[in-house]
């Protein structure tokens, strides 16, 4: 990952969050041959617990890419949280509104910048009894 171009508040961010969930989580990686090392892609996961961003994170990060997730915007509106989540450059999803659309919009910005956007399908973490993966949202 270029170093560089990632920016204060992502780099901030990192050193924070990386040093707590190394503690937190015991991890086997697989799978990380699978994400580019550059150019945009959309990584589309199963949204389990409330933690899976920051352990998904982990894991893209320690790949070598930053990620960008479609959020609630709710998330932004809250004082301190939203304003790093907006300069650790994630993207707010208005949800069940016609604004949703703009999320789309700048997710396609993202990808074409050659970022990597990570989105949950079913919008929230899943209520289902054996944690199966609800219906995708549009």
């Not at 997730?69 to 450059?89: M, Q």
């Amino acid at each position: 990952m270029a170093r560089r171009r990632l920016g204060f508040w992502p780099r901030l961010a990192a050193m924070l969050v990386k040093p707590i969930m190394s503690v937190w989580t015991r991890r086997t990686w697989q799978g990380m041959e699978h994400l580019p090392q550059d150019g945009g892609v959309i990584i589309v996961a199963n949204h389990l617990s409330h933690a899976d961003p920051l352990v998904s994170a982990h894991f893209i990060f320690d790949a070598g890419r930053w990620p960008q997730y479609l959020a609630k915007a709710s998330l932004f509106r809250v004082p301190v949280l939203g304003w790093i989540l907006h300069r650790c450059r994630q993207i707010p999803v208005e949800r069940g509104t016609v604004d949703a659309a703009r999320s789309l919009a700048t997710l396609v910005k993202a990808v074409q910048a050659g970022d990597a956007v990570v989105i949950y399908p079913e919008g929230t973490t899943s209520r289902e009894p054996d944690l199966w993966p609800m219906r995708g949202k549009t």
